[in-house]
């Protein structure tokens, strides 16, 4: 989803601007980190908003990381061909392991300082209590219903 979002309002836009000013081989890696950036401050917002907590601005961080080396592998692939990049054995579980602790470090304690998981919890209970209440309408209706009948 957030895919489908950004590419048309960032990252198309701020690619169309830094191939103005740069070659089209190197314009995705200023649009790629404005994407992030805008990620970042969009995130940032959403956290507010959940928890009503002042910022801390490790979200962004997070976001901003994760930008600075999304961009930094684009680079790396622009310039290094061939026999000299890495191979997807050793750079599929670095890329993992990369998200896995800066995830851990970064963004999952923003959802436990916003109380995310009390807040979830929460709602599961109460859609829980009322899809009870549904049932046991629908069940009280039902025999209702039958009685009527006969």
């Not at 103005?20 to 314009?27: E, I, L, P, Q, Y």
């Not at 851990?104 to 923003?110: A, D, E, G, I, K």
């Not at 995310?116 to 919890?121: K, M, R, S, T």
Request: proline share 5%; glycine share 6%.
């Amino acid at each position: 989803m957030a895919s489908n979002i950004l590419r048309p309002t960032v990252y198309e836009p701020a690619l169309w601007a830094s191939s103005r000013v740069m070659s089209r081989k190197w314009a995705p890696i200023p649009a790629i980190f404005g994407t992030f950036v805008v990620s970042a401050l969009m995130h940032e917002l959403m956290f507010y908003y959940l928890g009503r907590v002042r910022p801390t601005w490790e979200i962004t961080e997070f976001f901003l990381l994760h930008g600075g080396c999304l961009a930094a592998e684009v680079l790396l692939k622009k310039i290094l061909t061939g026999s000299r990049r890495l191979p997807r054995l050793i750079s599929g579980p670095l890329t993992v392991a990369f998200v896995m602790a800066t995830r851990f470090w970064l963004f999952f304690p923003q959802l436990l300082r916003c109380k995310a998981d009390v807040l979830a919890l929460e709602e599961y209970a109460a859609v829980g209590g009322f899809l009870k209440d549904v049932v046991g309408m629908a069940f009280t209706a039902s025999k209702a219903f039958n009685k009527t009948r006969g």
